[in-house]
């Protein structure tokens, strides 16, 4: 037994030692080279500070900015250590509860009692941080964000309609905004 139980050993730290450290080492060592922006979390700065990631949702408050997706992360919102779905399914009474609540302010704020209001704005993703909503989500917050700031309802749509992100290569994903580089925009225009 002690015959097979050596080789075994020296495999299994043989395969550790690949699997969990030369190749993490080359394959990050690679993204550093080919993708330096990606590889350190597409951080985007403004004025020389870090002020959020391209890749993770972000909570804004207030009516002057758009509003991502929420999160399912807890107990801290968009917590990139507690990425996460809620686990909850479309049947769960929890589920349905927030998301009428949801949907209600969302009609409140628009002062349409009937207003279909896009599911990415009253349900978390799978990870419960994603950074994006549809163009549609966006395009709903136009009117509340141009009137919080005293701006032209065409001005905020078609600033919207330039941060939409189209599918990769044409077919990957969903037509997108995200939210981080919208409201960076939105703050450029005019403070």
């Given at each position: 037994?002690?015959?097979e139980?050596?080789?075994?050993?020296v495999?299994?730290?043989?395969?550790?030692?690949?699997?969990g450290?030369?190749?993490?080492?080359v394959?990050t060592g690679?993204?550093?080279?080919l993708?330096?922006?990606?590889?350190?979390?597409?951080?985007?700065?403004?004025?020389g500070?870090v002020?959020?990631?391209?890749?993770?949702g972000?909570?804004?408050?207030?009516?002057?900015?758009?509003?991502?997706?929420?999160?399912?992360?807890?107990?801290?919102?968009?917590?990139?250590?507690?990425?996460?779905?809620?686990?909850?399914g479309?049947t769960?009474?929890a589920?349905?509860?927030?998301v009428?609540g949801?949907?209600?302010?969302?009609?409140?704020?628009?002062?349409d009692?009937?207003?279909?209001?896009?599911?990415?704005?009253v349900?978390?993703?799978?990870?419960?941080?994603?950074?994006?909503?549809?163009?549609?989500?966006?395009?709903l917050?136009?009117?509340?964000?141009a009137?919080?700031?005293?701006?032209d309802e065409r001005?905020?749509?078609?600033?919207?309609e330039?941060?939409v992100?189209?599918?990769?290569l044409g077919?990957?994903g969903?037509?997108?905004?995200?939210?981080?580089?919208?409201?960076?925009?939105?703050?450029?225009?005019?403070?």
């Amino acid at each position: 037994m002690l015959r097979e139980f050596r080789p075994a050993c020296v495999l299994f730290l043989l395969l550790t030692v690949a699997t969990g450290v030369v190749y993490p080492l080359v394959v990050t060592g690679v993204a550093r080279v080919l993708f330096p922006r990606q590889a350190g979390g597409s951080l985007v700065e403004v004025d020389g500070r870090v002020v959020g990631s391209e890749l993770l949702g972000q909570s804004f408050a207030g009516e002057r900015y758009f509003h991502g997706r929420p999160s399912a992360t807890s107990p801290v919102p968009n917590n990139g250590l507690g990425g996460a779905g809620s686990n909850l399914g479309p049947t769960n009474p929890a589920l349905a509860e927030a998301v009428a609540g949801r949907v209600a302010a969302l009609r409140a704020e628009t002062g349409d009692p009937t207003r279909t209001v896009p599911v990415d704005l009253v349900t978390a993703s799978g990870s419960g941080l994603d950074p994006h909503i549809s163009p549609a989500a966006a395009l709903l917050e136009v009117p509340r964000v141009a009137r919080a700031r005293g701006l032209d309802e065409r001005e905020v749509r078609s600033l919207v309609e330039r941060h939409v992100e189209h599918p990769t290569l044409g077919v990957l994903g969903a037509p997108r905004v995200n939210v981080l580089r919208l409201n960076l925009a939105l703050d450029r225009q005019r403070r």
